[in-house]
């Protein structure tokens, strides 16, 4: 017996090595720590600070006189911006691995697209408030919403770091749209929605289609980032 314990002293083994402990199991982290890793991974507080940016931008814009087409594309310059600032915020720095590190992974990318388009959205709408938006809050879900999800598309299929060509590259589209109402012939199809007037359901089925795309996408392949980048 051990002196003071009581206890037999467990045998040595016969081949004279001793017994390893077994390994204790990595405690899965906790909800909100597992919320905040993810944040800063996909540089959230980053993306916010450009949403934020894009809104504050398009309010001092705003007090400017501008003309029937100039003040129509610009909300669309800053919606396309606040999109970029979402859908670069998909990149992973660890890449495809990370799709197999635990089943919490899509819920998260799932909350922080819908979390950041609301955001951007929100700003924006906010931005405009007493002043001469062109479109309203209307215009600014939809192509904020569809502009989001052509840019989650990308990041799908391009990586995060490239995601931003897609809603600037629909950006250049969408302005041309706009130019040819006052140079016909005019482009009329729903597909091309910030072309198109806000109550227009067309253009709105077509935003929402490519957004719950976009998003069903992210959610279930995350964006196409080599490890390490």
Same mark, same amino acid.
């Given at each position: 017996?051990?002196?003071?314990?009581?206890?037999?002293?467990?045998?040595?083994?016969?081949?004279?090595?001793?017994?390893?402990?077994?390994?204790?199991?990595?405690?899965?982290?906790?909800?909100?720590?597992?919320?905040?890793?993810?944040?800063?991974? &996909?540089?959230?507080?980053?993306?916010?600070?450009?949403?934020? *940016?894009?809104?504050?931008?398009? &309010?001092?814009?705003?007090?400017?006189?501008?003309?029937? %087409?100039? =003040? @129509?594309?610009?909300?669309?310059?800053?919606? *396309?911006?606040?999109?970029?600032?979402?859908?670069?915020?998909? =990149?992973?720095?660890?890449?495809? =691995?990370?799709?197999?590190?635990?089943?919490?992974?899509?819920? @998260?990318? !799932?909350?922080?697209?819908?979390?950041?388009?609301?955001? *951007?959205?929100?700003? !924006?709408?906010?931005?405009?408030?007493?002043?001469?938006? =062109?479109?309203?809050?209307?215009?600014?879900?939809?192509?904020?919403?569809?502009?989001?999800?052509?840019?989650?598309?990308?990041?799908?299929?391009?990586?995060?770091?490239?995601?931003?060509?897609?809603?600037?590259? %629909?950006?250049?589209?969408?302005? %041309?749209?706009? %130019?040819?109402?006052?140079?016909?012939?005019?482009?009329?199809?729903?597909?091309?929605?910030?072309? &198109?007037?806000?109550?227009?359901?067309?253009?709105?089925?077509? *935003?929402?289609?490519?957004?719950?795309?976009?998003?069903?996408?992210?959610?279930?392949?995350?964006?196409?980032?080599?490890?390490?980048?």
């Amino acid at each position: 017996m051990t002196a003071g314990t009581g206890r037999k002293p467990r045998p040595a083994p016969a081949d004279g090595t001793r017994r390893a402990r077994p390994a204790r199991r990595a405690r899965p982290p906790r909800a909100g720590r597992l919320v905040r890793l993810h944040a800063t991974s &996909r540089r959230i507080p980053a993306a916010l600070a450009a949403i934020a *940016a894009c809104a504050i931008a398009l &309010r001092i814009a705003l007090l400017g006189h501008w003309d029937s %087409y100039g =003040a @129509l594309q610009l909300p669309l310059v800053f919606e *396309a911006a606040a999109a970029a600032a979402i859908t670069v915020s998909t =990149a992973s720095p660890l890449g495809e =691995a990370e799709r197999v590190t635990g089943r919490w992974l899509p819920w @998260l990318r !799932l909350a922080t697209a819908l979390a950041l388009t609301a955001a *951007a959205a929100g700003a !924006l709408t906010a931005a405009g408030t007493g002043t001469h938006l =062109a479109g309203g809050t209307l215009d600014v879900l939809r192509n904020v919403a569809g502009t989001t999800g052509i840019g989650l598309l990308c990041a799908a299929a391009l990586g995060g770091g490239l995601a931003w060509a897609g809603p600037l590259g %629909y950006l250049m589209i969408g302005a %041309y749209g706009l %130019y040819t109402q006052w140079h016909p012939p005019a482009l009329t199809t729903p597909w091309i929605w910030p072309a &198109r007037p806000p109550h227009d359901l067309g253009g709105a089925i077509c *935003a929402a289609l490519v957004f719950v795309a976009g998003i069903a996408v992210i959610t279930v392949r995350g964006a196409r980032d080599p490890a390490g980048e």
